[in-house]
């Protein structure tokens, strides 16, 4: 059995660039499972609607002209982090964004979420997608670039320079508050959340077009699943080998998945260029998968995109909902920290992983709407499901809502910061 302190003498550490920023940030430490002064905090959808300097900006902007100003995106994300005072400021955009270069059109209409013109539903239109632009969504760049300027440490000598490779080696804080260095965090869609999206055309109830296109996209083999070997020959270029091509959209699937992997590790590499110290990669909807169809058709993708965006020498966080079932699975992906949902406890999932990998979560983000005392309780037994283990962040099993109190969001944060320290 691996005991708390033989987990924290072996963080992941295998990230050059995450451990030159991991002395000055408490986030960062955490991600890497390294002892941390205090268990650090944020919040999904920190910067939304239920944000009045949010709705203030939103006035005047729509959500996709915010996302692609990047003065404004970086106000939107700097000003959630320090109005509420948490440890990780998540650049302000959208899962849809890399939509556009690709080809596909989408709008977000008002109350229903998502909506794109033209869903995907052959291998005709899956193959028409363009991956050679993604240069299109430098603005999201921009925008970390200068989120990451306002939150670069002040060079008192004790913290990491980022980008100069000063102070590579990863040991103890080195002096009281120097682990209170904001972590920046970039973020994309995972494959399978991505393609939800594109095939049915917005958020949807049962995904049935998306599992129609999946369960079409090869015969089961002996192992459970369809042969993604295309992927180990570095990229799909035509058709699924003919024994395969038993469906007429067989070659959907895989296309999609290879297409979005090529873009999203692109869009990644940006945001890591841009100054980004982490990678969340959201699969929001995988929840819908059951473990044997995540195993077949979302784990070797989703594999493959994370050792890229990885070996661009940043920890991934890989999030969804609804996932207890998948947890063990989706620890295969590699990823680094997984973000978990509410409905199981937090001790409890992370037995299920041997606390190899970090966790973050996992408040229920509608326990925010509850009395003072609940909320402490709840967040309380949160801290004590995680014990100090290094390795914890903290968080919502899923985003703010809108009309959610701020003053219940600040309330939490007050708690973390007072809480005993993890170590
Ligand atoms: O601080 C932050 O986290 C905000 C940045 C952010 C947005 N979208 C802005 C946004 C992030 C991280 C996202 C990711 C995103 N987008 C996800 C994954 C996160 C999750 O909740 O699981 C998903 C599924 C989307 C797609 C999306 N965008 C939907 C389904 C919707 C409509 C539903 C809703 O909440 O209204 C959006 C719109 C959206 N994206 C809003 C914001 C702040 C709200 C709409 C608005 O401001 O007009």
């Not at 320090?82 to 008002?110: K, Q, S, Y």
Request: hydrophobic share 45%; charged share 20%.
């Amino acid at each position: 059995m691996t005991t708390v302190a033989q987990t924290a003498n072996k963080p992941a550490v295998d990230h050059p660039t995450a451990a030159a920023g991991a002395n000055g940030s408490r986030f960062i430490r955490a991600c890497l499972r390294l002892p941390v002064d205090r268990t650090p905090v944020w919040f999904l959808r920190q910067a939304g609607r239920y944000m009045p300097e949010y709705m203030a900006v939103r006035k005047h902007h729509s959500l996709l002209e915010i996302c692609r100003t990047p003065d404004i995106a970086a106000e939107v994300t700097i000003t959630a982090a320090e109005r509420l005072g948490v440890d990780a400021a998540i650049i302000f955009a959208d899962l849809l964004l890399p939509f556009t270069p690709m080809g596909l059109d989408f709008e977000f209409v008002a109350n229903e979420g998502p909506c794109v013109h033209s869903p995907i539903r052959t291998a005709a239109q899956a193959r028409a997608l363009r991956t050679d632009r993604t240069d299109e969504l430098l603005y999201v760049s921009r925008a970390i670039e200068k989120v990451a300027a306002h939150f670069a440490p002040k060079g008192n000598g004790l913290n990491p320079v980022k980008g100069t490779g000063f102070s590579p080696s990863v040991g103890p804080p080195t002096s009281e508050g120097a682990q209170d260095q904001l972590g920046i965090i970039g973020f994309c869609g995972a494959p399978f959340t991505l393609a939800s999206y594109m095939i049915e055309g917005g958020s949807s109830r049962n995904y049935i077009e998306t599992k129609k296109m999946m369960y079409a996209s090869a015969p089961v083999t002996e192992l459970g699943g369809p042969s993604f070997a295309p992927y180990a020959k570095g990229g799909l270029s035509g058709d699924r080998p003919t024994a395969f091509a038993t469906h007429p959209e067989s070659s959907a699937w895989p296309i999609l998945m290879d297409k979005l992997i090529t873009v999203l590790t692109d869009y990644a590499a940006q945001q890591v260029e841009a100054g980004a110290d982490v990678i969340q990669v959201f699969d929001s909807w995988v929840g819908a998968l059951s473990p044997t169809d995540y195993r077949a058709y979302a784990l070797t993708p989703t594999t493959e995109l994370i050792g890229r965006i990885r070996n661009l020498g940043v920890p991934v966080i890989y999030f969804g909902v609804d996932t207890a079932s998948l947890l063990p699975a989706m620890r295969e992906t590699g990823a680094d920290v997984l973000g978990l949902d509410w409905r199981t406890p937090l001790d409890q999932a992370w037995r299920t992983l041997n606390h190899s990998v970090a966790v973050q979560g996992n408040l229920d983000p509608i326990t925010l709407f509850a009395p003072e005392k609940v909320l402490e309780a709840r967040v309380a037994e949160i801290l004590a499901a995680a014990a100090g283990r290094p390795g914890h962040i903290f968080n919502l099993g899923h985003g703010i809502v809108p009309t959610t109190p701020v003053d219940a969001v600040l309330q939490v944060v007050r708690q973390i910061r007072n809480s005993a320290s993890a170590t």
